[in-house]
Nanobody, 127 residues
Framework: QVQFVESGGGLVQPGGSLRLSCAAS????????IGWFRQAPGKEREGVSCINSRNDNTYYADSVKGRFTISRDNAKNTVYLQMNSLKPEDTAVYYCAAYPTTVQAMCVLRKFSYNYWGQGTQVTVSS
């Protein structure tokens, strides 16, 4: 059974930080690109960041570039999203997702490319 479990979400003040984790089971993440997406109420799910399977390529949406950092630990089968300088507009449910790829391929932040999805974790940025 393939399963992704996100954790680390919560309520934080503007300017604060959160670190999201995504622990995978049932698959070996070494062979998968990983993406983080988010969805606010009434809005479409949008890509936030992705990282390729070899851990040498990342992509960030313009809205989070310079504030968020994606990383992965294949030995632990876990992916992280460090979020700094959080803004109210970052409020959303955050999802981790994965798709199989080669070790040399760059990641793509396109939701239809992803085969596996977690259930999401709520991030609320408010004073």
């Amino acid at each position: 059974q393939v399963q992704f479990v996100e954790s680390g979400g919560g309520l934080v003040q503007p300017g604060g930080s959160l670190r999201l984790s995504c622990a995978a089971s049932g698959i070996t993440l070494h062979y998968y690109a990983i993406g983080w997406f988010r969805q606010a109420p009434g809005k479409e799910r949008e890509g936030v960041s992705c990282i390729n399977s070899r851990n040498d390529n990342t992509y960030y949406a313009d809205s989070v570039k310079g504030r968020f950092t994606i990383s992965r630990d294949n030995a632990k089968n876990t992916v992280y999203l460090q979020m700094n300088s959080l803004k109210p507009e970052d409020t959303a449910v955050y999802y981790c997702a994965a798709y199989p790829t080669t070790v040399q391929a760059m990641c793509v932040l396109r939701k239809f490319s992803y085969n596996y999805w977690g259930q999401g974790t709520q991030v609320t940025v408010s004073s």
